[in-house]
């Protein structure tokens, strides 16, 4: 199943919900959502639900520890992560994301009001600069994380 960025929020909390196979086609989508999100001025929490996600690509990682390490700086939290899937568990901790969220592998509640939110097209440049982020935060996580993406962005920052 193509994926699909849903979000809801309430006084300030955030849920928001990834579907299917959650790709690189959805990085604007994603961070557009959160810029609208921290220029609440009622902002106060954010939980990330991954238990409709089929996959997540490296870039979508990527985003979500950015979105971590920005709600951390700004906020003083860590936002939680839900994911009922086993193979979505295992990648979000071989990512490290037990030190940016807090891991539930149970189902979130769903929201009434969450809908899904209008795929926002970048431009080639556009995209290319969010994955170069994106794999940059991820790599910053980690070792083995900067050795599973050096060659992509070697690529990446080359061509």
């Known amino acids: 199943m193509d994926g699909r960025i849903l979000a ?11 579907k299917g196979d959650v790709r690189v086609t959805l990085c604007t ?23 409709d996600a089929e996959g997540i690509d490296s870039t979508t990682l990527g985003l979500l520890a950015k ?6 700086e700004k906020y003083d939290f860590q936002p939680a992560i839900f994911s ?3 193979g979505i568990n295992r990648l979000l901790k071989s990512m490290g994301f037990q030190r940016l969220f807090e891991l ?47 060659d992509l962005m070697m690529a990446l920052e080359r061509g």
């Open 8 to 18: 809801a929020s309430h006084d300030g909390a955030y849920v928001i919900r990834m």
């Open 29 to 51: 989508t994603i961070e557009e959502y959160f810029h609208t999100m921290f220029e609440d001025p009622e902002f106060t929490s954010v939980w990330v639900d991954l238990c």
């Open 67 to 72: 979105l971590a390490i920005n709600v951390k």
């Open 84 to 86: 009922c899937e086993p």
């Open 104 to 150: 539930r592998e149970e189902a979130c509640a769903s929201p009434k009001d969450i809908q899904e939110l209008p795929q926002v097209t970048g431009s080639e440049a556009t995209v290319k600069a969010k994955v170069i982020e994106a794999h940059r935060v991820l790599m910053g996580l980690s070792e083995e994380n900067q050795a599973k993406f050096k």
